[in-house]
Structures are given as C-alpha cells and as structure tokens.
C-alpha cells in the first residue's frame, strides 16, 4: 500500500529533552515536507526537501531540523525542545516539486511537550 | 507573507443542501490550487485540485477558480453526514511545489 508513515503518533516529553520524529514514504517520491498544525493557524511549513540534496527552510524553522540521506526517509529532529513546539506534526510527499503535484500525507504525530 | 484566507466556520448545512465554501489568496502568480479534507484528528486528504479559471467537478464536488479575483471555491452537493469535516485551500505560491494553507472551515451537516 502506498503510503506516509510517522512514528511515533503521541509523544510527551518534557523541555529540553532531544526527540526525533520519523518519516517514512514508499512511493519514490522526491519531493518530501513536514508541516506542523495548530488550532487556527493551519499547517505551517517547517522544513523540505527537493531531494536527497536539497533541504530548505519552510515558513516556521526555528527549533527544528531535519536530514535527507534516504529518498525514502525525512526525520525531524528537536535538538531542544520546548513548550511552544507542543503541536499536531505532519510529514507529506509529492512525487516532485513541481506546482502541480499532490502532496501525500502521514498520520500525524501529536506532540507535547512539558 | 504570502496568504491564504477561509472563513473558519462552523458551516451548519442541512443534509441534502448544498455547501459553499471560499478561499482567497493574495500571490497573484499562484498556478495550482486544491482542496483538501481533513475529519477531526486524522491527516488531510486531497478532494479536488483547479488550474484553469472556471469550474472543474467531481462527483458531488465543484470547484471554481477566478483568478482575476483571486479566490476559488468549493461547492459540495447533496451534503451528507460524512462531508462533516474541515476544508483546507492550499495554493501553490513557488515553482517547487510549496502549498501555504488556509486555516481552514468546519462544516458541520445535520441530519
């Protein structure tokens, strides 16, 4: 089944303690992005990632990183994290960064942080 | 800043009406626009995508484009109970294929 799969779905932490959230896609896509979600905002763009190579800032990077070794595979990483990052997170993928491609997305991960 | 802007509801429809939905935009060179469905606590899921200025249907999904006004809508036909969700607009704002969502609306179909 194709598919965008996040682990884990619930985490709570508390600050400053490193966590990791992973993402995981099998349909070849190149295009891959992690949006977070919170209550009257919409999804706001954290990182992407053209390709294994490219990795650009989204609109809300602060707090975040993230890495592209894999085609298939875009963590995101907290290095820190804190209160303010307590948020719905989605990982999505689109076959290539092009305007007219559909984003698939994963589950979602809820996280809060303490 | 590019935005993106919905009515954030709720949008109480009977069921079996019609439901009518809005999104603006403010990036003038925006190409692609798409609806997406998201019910409470899940991922969202693509329902429609628009291009071209006009209507494109699917279904009982209806979406219209102007881009000379900036804005494109959504019209879901004979509502049922399962259309109850939130609707997101995302536009395309670059060349790469980054989409900036609206905040969305909840629609909410009463038997």
């Known amino acids: 089944e194709a598919q965008v799969t996040q682990n884990p779905r619930y985490l709570i932490t508390v600050t400053g303690k490193k966590l990791t959230v992973t993402c995981s896609q099998n349909m070849n896509h190149e295009y891959m992005s992690w949006y977070r979600q919170d209550p009257g905002l919409g999804l706001r763009q954290i990182y992407y990632s053209m390709n294994v190579e490219v990795t650009d800032k989204g609109d809300v990077p602060e707090g975040y990183k993230v890495s592209r070794k894999e085609k298939r595979n875009f963590p995101l990483i907290l290095e820190s994290p804190s209160p303010n990052q307590t948020s719905l997170y989605f990982c999505?993928?689109?076959?290539?960064?092009?305007?007219?491609?559909?984003?698939?997305f994963g589950p979602g991960t809820r996280l809060t942080v303490l | 800043q590019k935005e993106v802007e919905q009515n954030s509801g709720p949008l109480s429809v009977p069921e079996g009406a019609i439901a009518s939905l809005n999104c603006t935009y403010s990036?003038?060179?925006?190409?692609?626009f798409f609806w997406y469905r998201q019910y409470s606590g899940k991922s969202p899921e693509l329902i429609m995508f628009i291009y071209s200025n006009g209507d494109k249907e699917d279904g009982r999904f209806t979406a219209q484009l102007n881009k000379a006004s900036q804005y494109v809508s959504l019209l879901i036909r004979d509502s049922q109970p399962s259309d109850s969700a939130t609707y997101l607009c995302a536009v395309n704002v670059d060349s790469w294929g980054k989409l900036q969502f609206g905040a969305g609306t909840q629609v909410v179909v009463t038997p």
């Open positions: 999505a993928s689109s076959l290539s960064g092009s305007s007219h491609n559909e984003q698939f």
């Open positions: 990036d003038r060179g925006s190409q692609s």
